[in-house]
C-alpha cells in the first residue's frame, strides 16, 4: 500500500532557532500533499496545501512566511517552521495524494515538535 | 463556516458490544464524508468514505457508516467490537475540515 514517512519523529529545539520536517511519499507519486497541526485532544488543522512545483497554499491564519513549505519533487515536501517558539509546539502530520487515486490521504506518522 | 463535529470524546465498551460513532456535519450541498481511525502509535487509516451512491457505506475491518443526509450525520457503526478497535477514530469533510475525534477504547 502507499506510505508517507516523516523525519524527523520527534524533535527538541531552542526557541528562535527553525526546524526543518521531511514528508516523503516512499511508493508513490504525490500530487500533493498536505500539512496538518494537532493539539492536544483537539482535530486535526490544515495548515496548508502543496503541489509539486508551485506555491503552497495556506489556510486563513497560517504564517506562510512562519510555517515555510516547499514540494520540490512529487516525493517530497519539507515543512521548516522559523524562529521556533514554545507556542509552535505541536504535533505535525503530513498527508499525501497519488496521482492515480486521488480521493485518498495516505498520511504520515507525524512530527512532534518541541520549542524549549 | 463549514465544521465537523463528533459527539464523544471518549467511549469505553466491553468486547462484542455494539459501537456507534456520531459524526455531523454543518453545510449542505455535495457531500464528500470520511471515517479515519489512528491505532496507538500508527498512523492515520481510511476506514470508509462516502462520495454519493448507496447511503450505507461498508469499510474496512466490519465497520459501516450510514449518510443521513436530513440529519446531516454519517455516524460509523460496527456490531460487535473487539479489543484490537481501541483507537481514535476521525471524522472528515473533504478531507480537510476534521472532527476532533473519539477515543475508543474496548475493554477485554
Known amino acids: 500500500g502507499a506510505v508517507v514517512s516523516q523525519h524527523p519523529s520527534r524533535v527538541i529545539c531552542k526557541s528562535g532557532t527553525s526546524v526543518k520536517i521531511e514528508c516523503r511519499s516512499l511508493?508513490?507519486?504525490?500530487?500533493?500533499m498536505f500539512w496538518y497541526r494537532q493539539f492536544p485532544k483537539q482535530s486535526l488543522m490544515l495548515m496548508a496545501t502543496?503541489?509539486?512545483?508551485?506555491?503552497?497554499?495556506?489556510e486563513q491564519g497560517v504564517e506562510k512566511d512562519k510555517f515555510l513549505i516547499n514540494h520540490a519533487s512529487l516525493t517530497l515536501s519539507t515543512l521548516t517552521v522559523t524562529s521556533a517558539h514554545p507556542e509552535d509546539s505541536s504535533f505535525y502530520i503530513c498527508?499525501?495524494?497519488?496521482?492515480?487515486?486521488?480521493?485518498?490521504?495516505?498520511f504520515g506518522p507525524g512530527t512532534r515538535l518541541t520549542v524549549l | 463556516a463549514q465544521s465537523v463535529s463528533q459527539h464523544n470524546h471518549h467511549v469505553i465498551l466491553s468486547e462484542a458490544a455494539s459501537l456507534e460513532l456520531g459524526c455531523n456535519y454543518s453545510?449542505?450541498?455535495?457531500?464528500?464524508l470520511f471515517w479515519y481511525v489512528q491505532y496507538p502509535g500508527q498512523h492515520l487509516q481510511l476506514l470508509l468514505k462516502?462520495?454519493?451512491?448507496d447511503p450505507l457505506v461498508k469499510g474496512i475491518k466490519g465497520f459501516e457508516a450510514e449518510f443521513i443526509k436530513s440529519k446531516f450525520s454519517f455516524n460509523l457503526r460496527k456490531p460487535s467490537v473487539q479489543w484490537s478497535d481501541t483507537a481514535e477514530y476521525f471524522c472528515?469533510?473533504?478531507?480537510?475540515?476534521w472532527g476532533a475525534g473519539t477515543k475508543l477504547i474496548i475493554k477485554p
Open positions: 498527508s499525501a495524494i497519488a496521482r492515480q487515486v486521488t480521493d485518498t490521504q495516505y
Open positions: 511508493d508513490f507519486q504525490a500530487t500533493t
Open positions: 502543496s503541489n509539486e512545483g508551485s506555491k503552497a497554499t495556506y
Open positions: 453545510y449542505g450541498g455535495t457531500v464528500n
Open positions: 462516502y462520495f454519493s451512491g
Open positions: 472528515a469533510s473533504y478531507q480537510l475540515i
